[in-house]
């Protein structure tokens, strides 16, 4: 008896799971069959027809957004019902990213058959859509906007948040010192700064002057891409490409420069708090700069939710100061990290029509005020209310930020460039012993 | 009599003729969707294939003659296996090994290059290291983890008290995911272990970050989450002892020492045989422990003439994050291979001599 229950309830799992099989194989074939019937009377018409998804709500047919930053994840719900409510077309929101990376994900959704109408892009990924990616030069929106991303002619990204990243200071703790950030643009002024700021360690009550952290495993991302990133870009102008053009070009590297950059993490090494800067973690670095225990951290505005969530966080105010480490260094590094990409085989004029909507007054309501994303719209009213925004638009307005084309370099480098950063933070290099490994070992990965 | 058989042999033979024909006219449209010479969007192509395929099976089922019918039968219950077998096996071992011979970048393919990614493999110095420290850390967890099981295994087969307790918390860290278990072990050996070493060896960071000790501290942790394992197995085996023997070796006079090494261990040479086996397999696929402990991150000042970055990737890794991070999957998949041409290896020697021995489990 018993074994006849065991042997019914095993037969029904294996039914039950071919049946899930079953299910997901078939669903890419007719996602639209719960979306009711409310067809609009709207003749328009559609260089791609698809005569699965005729009967989407609003005028057109009903898409998916797959979106790479969980962070945002229900504001981008709110903004699809929004749409939802003022044009009456559908838009899905799926999220992945996380633990996961999100162009991972999508070539197993390509493998699959499964590919979303809009997606996440970083510009590095580019080259792997080749031919399968919709030119969006015509839209209307570029003209709005400077960032979108264009590739070899063909404008194949749609921009919705600037990020920048710098040093970002403790106002309260400068002003008690008697600091003025703005002053911070020559190696002189900094070693003098924080000279200051070191020897007041007691009175300012501070860890340490600089929150900053060379810990490889898990914050490669932070010293091989954003602080790296200070080499390619600090103090260029927005659209000068000189030091990514020379590393893409097989690897090389400006010497100089990148001697003044060693000597000026050097600084930062020395005047960081030991327990953090060799293996510390994101969690412990962002804490002791929401804590006041550093002045300075080198991470960027998306700290900014981790800070105001803090219990410890007192309300400072924040900004930026440049990594300057030649004289007149006066910039920020930012843009626009990643972009929703059109697929060429979706539903593209829904696309377009959607993202067009986003770059319009509601859709940026939302995604300035809710998301507190920067807007790279010029038409955009809105501000975010997040700490750095102010101090980011100010330099933006002055025309001081330099795109970020780390973001441009060989994929997988900072793996291989964090563990100098640490090296150097342990002592186990000195300044001119992390130029010329750096050179070496990003030679050699160009070469590979 | 005669007249049915044939009308039913026509009908079986019109089904199966037709369900080749669905058959092969939906492969087709698969084919050229995938080549992109039609729209991918034919929605048509899932039933149809399967219509072809229930026509096959049909026209088979119901050709005369029983001896065919009983094999039909036969095959349609092993089918559903035989099927998720190839689908999920076979299939992708052929499509790996074909996309190793690509440029393939997970998305499609440009060109085919032949062994080109085969003969760039031993010319990558991470890839060497990355063998070189497998095979090393192979060799120190098989004998360690060993020693240790047994050790833990003898203490938990002795008469003391508490061992159900003692047995249940030595398995424990087997039970906690690789994952986590390297985030806890990142912060003992960033948060604990560094107020001892300060003390003592004046270093005031974690093992993680020396390649030399982050690798010592791998094996540390695989050893605290395996040794648990293996050790059941042992205490299986020890139990398996017939006390009978033990007992004429006490009354023999022999000492503990004497039984141990005299009849307790060649009495479980086969128990030692499948967990040496054991522990060489997980311990060459070791992935999760690596990636949540180091990353893979340690820096190799000099080997083949250059500066290595990842000191502390074993293999598996390595073909992990050549595929996600460089974005190579076709020379991820040809990685792939080698280290699958390592493990059959090794799976046939231990079947090999496992069969020799016929260890009874």
Not at chain 1, 183 to 197: F, G, Q, R
């Amino acid at each position: 008896m018993k074994k006849k229950l065991l042997s019914v309830l095993l037969a029904g799992a294996m039914v039950a799971s071919l049946a899930a099989c079953g299910s997901t194989g078939t669903d890419t074939t007719n996602t639209s069959d719960n979306t009711n019937t409310e067809a609009k009377a709207d003749d328009k018409t559609e260089e791609k027809t698809d005569a699965t998804t005729s009967d989407a709500t609003g005028s057109l047919d009903s898409i998916r957004l797959v979106n790479g930053k969980p962070e945002i994840d229900e504001q981008l719900k709110t903004l699809a019902s929004k749409y939802n409510e003022e044009t009456g077309n559908v838009v899905e929101v799926e999220t992945i990213g996380g633990d996961q990376k999100a162009s991972d994900a999508l070539k197993a959704y390509y493998q699959a058959g499964n590919m979303p109408d809009i997606f996440f892009v970083e510009s590095n990924d580019i080259p792997d859509w080749e031919g399968k990616l919709v030119d969006l030069k015509d839209e209307q929106w570029t003209e709005d906007t400077d960032s979108e991303l264009v590739v070899d002619g063909a404008t194949v990204g749609f921009p919705y948040s600037v990020e920048a990243t710098a040093l970002g200071y403790n106002k309260d703790l400068l002003d008690k010192a008697g600091i003025d950030p703005s002053t911070l643009t020559s190696p002189a002024a900094w070693t003098e700064a924080v000279e200051k700021l070191d020897s007041m360690k007691d009175e300012l009550g501070i860890t340490a002057v600089f929150g900053w952290c060379a810990e490889p495993s898990n914050l490669g991302w932070s010293s091989g891409t954003h602080v790296f990133g200070q080499y390619l870009d600090a103090g260029l102008a927005y659209d000068d490409r000189t030091y990514i053009d020379l590393l893409n070009d097989g690897g090389k590297i400006d010497e100089k420069r990148m001697k003044d950059f060693a000597d000026f993490i050097g600084m930062m090494n020395q005047y960081s708090d030991p327990a953090l800067v060799i293996d510390g973690n994101y969690d412990s670095q962002v804490a002791g700069f929401a804590e006041g225990k550093y002045v300075f951290v080198t991470q960027g505005n998306w700290i900014a939710p981790n800070i105001l969530s803090n219990e410890n966080y007192s309300g400072f105010e924040m900004g930026f100061a440049p990594y300057a480490f030649e004289d007149g260094i006066d910039t920020i590094i930012g843009g626009v990290p990643n972009f929703w990409a059109v697929y060429a085989e979706g539903h593209v004029d829904a696309a377009k029509a959607f993202l067009q909507w986003c770059s319009e007054d509601s859709a940026q309501q939302i995604l300035v005020e809710q998301a507190a994303l920067i807007s790279p719209y010029t038409d955009c009213k809105y501000t975010a209310d997040a700490p750095f925004a102010a101090s980011i638009a100010e330099y933006i307005a002055n025309g001081k930020l330099s795109y970020w084309h780390t973001m441009e370099k060989k994929s997988g480098l900072e793996d291989k460039t964090s563990v100098i950063f640490q090296q150097y933070a342990k002592g186990a290099l000195d300044a001119d012993g992390f130029t010329s490994t750096i050179a070496q070992v990003i030679a050699s990965y160009y070469a590979n | 009599m005669k007249g049915t058989s044939r009308t039913k042999r026509t009908s079986s033979l019109i089904c199966l003729v037709l369900g080749i024909i669905i058959t092969i006219v939906a492969i087709t449209v698969d084919i050229l969707a995938t080549v992109g010479f039609i729209s991918s969007d034919q929605w048509y192509r899932g039933p149809l294939l399967i219509l072809g395929i229930i026509g096959i099976v049909l026209g088979l089922y119901f050709y005369p003659t029983i001896k065919h019918h009983r094999n039909i039968i036969n095959f349609l219950f092993l089918f559903p296996l035989l099927f998720a077998f190839f689908v999920t096996v076979i299939l992708p071992l052929f499509l790996g090994l074909f996309y190793s011979f690509t440029d393939w970048d997970g998305i499609q393919f440009h060109n085919i290059i032949g062994f080109g990614n085969y003969t760039r493999m031993f010319k990558d110095p991470q890839l060497v290291w990355s063998i070189l420290i497998t095979f090393l850390f192979v060799v120190f967890d098989m004998i360690l983890v060993n020693l240790v099981a047994f050790l833990l295994a003898l203490l938990c087969t002795s008469k003391l008290p508490g061992m159900g307790f003692f047995r249940a918390s030595f398995f424990l860290p087997n039970l906690i995911g690789g994952i986590v278990l390297g985030y806890i072990w990142q912060f003992i050996f960033a948060n604990v272990v560094t107020i001892i070493t300060t003390k003592y060896f004046d270093r005031a960071y974690s093992l993680l970050s020396d390649t030399n000790t982050a690798l010592a501290a791998i094996v540390v942790v695989y050893i605290w989450q395996y040794a648990g394992y293996i050790m059941l197995i042992y205490i299986t085996g020890l139990n398996t002892i017939p006390g009978d023997v033990l007992e004429a070796a006490a009354i023999d006079g022999a000492s503990p020492l004497q039984t141990l090494f005299n009849i307790k261990i060649p009495m479980i040479a086969p128990t030692i045989t499948i967990c040496t086996f054991l522990t060489l397999t997980s311990s060459f696929k070791q992935f999760d422990v690596n990636l949540a402990l180091t990353n893979g991150a340690g820096f190799v000042s000099n080997f083949m003439g250059e500066i290595l970055s990842e000191g502390t990737q074993m293999l598996a890794l390595n073909i992990y994050e050549t595929a996600i991070k460089s974005n190579e999957y076709a020379f991820a998949q040809a990685k792939a291979f080698l280290f699958f041409v390592i493990l059959a290896c090794v799976s046939i020697i231990q079947v090999r001599i496992s069969n020799k021995k016929e260890v009874e489990l």
